[in-house]
């Protein structure tokens, strides 16, 4: 399979430099020059199918030209070592849990696939070492760097403003030692992210060491996210539930919304889409009007969508032949206010006992608007309550529990190496490695 860019300036690349480069040299992003449909048998069958059956058959039509079977099999395999249940909230909305992965996000799945995907192509080319450089205000941090965490022939410096993340995050890529270096800047997420895009563009460095990235608009990371939408699909089919179904995908950068989408390219039988946005709605915007208006991020409680500019709708819009009528014949928006998240955190509670997180509660919520009769509606509950528990504690008026999982991290020893936000203490630091 060969890989164009969204700009159409690019030349054509293989899989291999799709993930080795992250973004076209055009500035775009990749886009897979076909999409496989599925055979009707797999939908026929698809209830009878386990999570990581299911998913190699979505990863052979994807990769199946480019990786050995065997090879991607392991891959697919050793990436989803965790469960994605679909759990009944009320009786039209379930909750699509993709938060028992390592980092109880579901940044987990792309981010665990994607490092063993590059591993297996450094093995093959039998190079060396190569260096992940990642930015995070938080959780991209996580997820990565427990993705590769142990993955040989990989290092992974995760750079984090020194005071900005929430504890919890910052213990879940501080404490994993390894293959995995934590620097913490003096100075804001921007900054991290500055350093990095120097470092990538620093001949002297480049000359050092072998540098790549592992952002989110990686075909690597942004493709398995397919995955869950099609066992998502078999769940809801088990219990009779999936003629109708609405998937309601809370949405920052768009790319989870995205991988759904080329699911139902590839014949998933899915009804409809809702996008949910917080305040930041540049997309429900575009919905409305036809026009695609970026603007300034607004801080709001569901932070990992905090986005002002999502990159993936370049993805989506070259879907869909740039025809506004044909995104909304598929997707509907909502966007709520903090407020709003609040009042639906505390509800669902109250009703059902279930606990989302700020951001399943804007999927929650626009299900709950939005359904029509006859529909059945799975939210994406994309990341656990508990990673965001002051704001969860403060709306609920309790505490809620830690599970076991982010306990551990948060008994490990804290290491990270220092740093000042200037490119030229950055630059000397990785020419000493
Ligand atoms: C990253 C993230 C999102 C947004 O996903 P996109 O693919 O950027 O739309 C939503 N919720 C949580 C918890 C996240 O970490």
Redesign the pocket.
């Known amino acids: 399979m060969k890989y164009y860019s969204t700009n159409q300036q690019a030349p054509i690349a293989t899989l291999e430099k799709a993930v080795v480069k992250g973004l076209a040299e055009d500035k775009g992003l990749y886009m897979p020059e076909h999409i496989k449909p599925l055979p009707k048998e797999f939908f026929d069958n698809i209830e009878n199918l386990s999570f990581q059956e299911i998913a190699y058959t979505v990863a052979d039509a994807f990769f199946g030209e480019d990786v050995p079977a065997e090879d991607l099999k392991r891959i697919v395999y050793d990436t989803l070592s965790f469960d994605v249940p679909a759990v009944k909230v009320t009786d039209s909305i379930y909750s699509l849990e993709l938060f028992h992965g390592p980092t109880l ?3 987990d799945v792309g981010a665990r696939f994607m490092a063993r995907l590059l591993q297996y192509f450094l093995k093959k080319e039998g190079k060396g070492e190569v260096n992940v450089l990642v930015a995070t205000s938080g ?1 991209t941090g996580s997820a990565v760097a427990n993705g590769f965490l142990g993955v040989d022939g990989i290092h992974v410096y995760v750079l984090y403003p020194k005071g900005k993340v929430s504890p919890i995050q910052e213990c879940q890529f501080t404490t994993l030692g390894q293959n995995i270096t934590a620097v913490e800047v003096d100075g804001v997420f921007d900054d991290c992210q500055a350093l990095v895009k120097s470092a990538f563009m620093d001949a002297d460095l480049n000359a050092h060491m072998r540098l790549t990235s592992a952002n ?1 608009i990686n075909v690597a990371r942004f493709l398995p996210q397919s995955f869950y939408y099609f066992y998502a699909y078999a769940q809801m089919k088990k219990l009779g539930l999936a003629d109708q179904l609405v998937v309601c ?9 995205c991988s759904a989408l080329f699911g139902k390219k590839m014949g998933l039988p899915i009804k409809r889409f809702i996008a949910a946005n917080n305040a930041n709605d540049i997309f429900f915007k575009y919905l409305q009007t036809g026009k695609y208006e970026p603007k300034a991020s607004v801080q709001t409680i ?1 932070n ?2 905090d ?1 002002g500019d ?1 990159s ?1 709708f370049a993805r989506i819009y070259d879907l869909y032949g740039k025809d506004h009528a044909a995104i909304c014949a598929d997707i509907s928006g909502a966007t709520y206010a903090d407020s709003q998240i609040a009042d639906t955190i505390r509800q669902v509670e109250a009703t059902t006992g279930y606990v989302c ?1 700020p ?1 399943g509660a804007c999927g929650f919520r626009a299900l709950q608007e939005g359904l029509e009769p006859g529909e059945t509606g799975i939210f994406l509950e ?2 656990h309550p508990a990673k965001f528990k002051d704001t969860v504690d403060s709306i609920l008026g309790k505490s809620i529990d830690i599970p076991a999982k982010l306990q551990a991290f948060m008994q490990g020893t804290k290491q990270s190496t220092p740093m000042t936000r200037h490119f030229a203490d950055f630059k000397q630091y990785l020419l000493a490695e």
């Open positions: 996000a579901f940044k959780d989110s995908v809370p949405s920052g950068n768009f790319g989870n919304i569901a990992a969508m986005v999502p993936n997180d951001h994309t990341a």
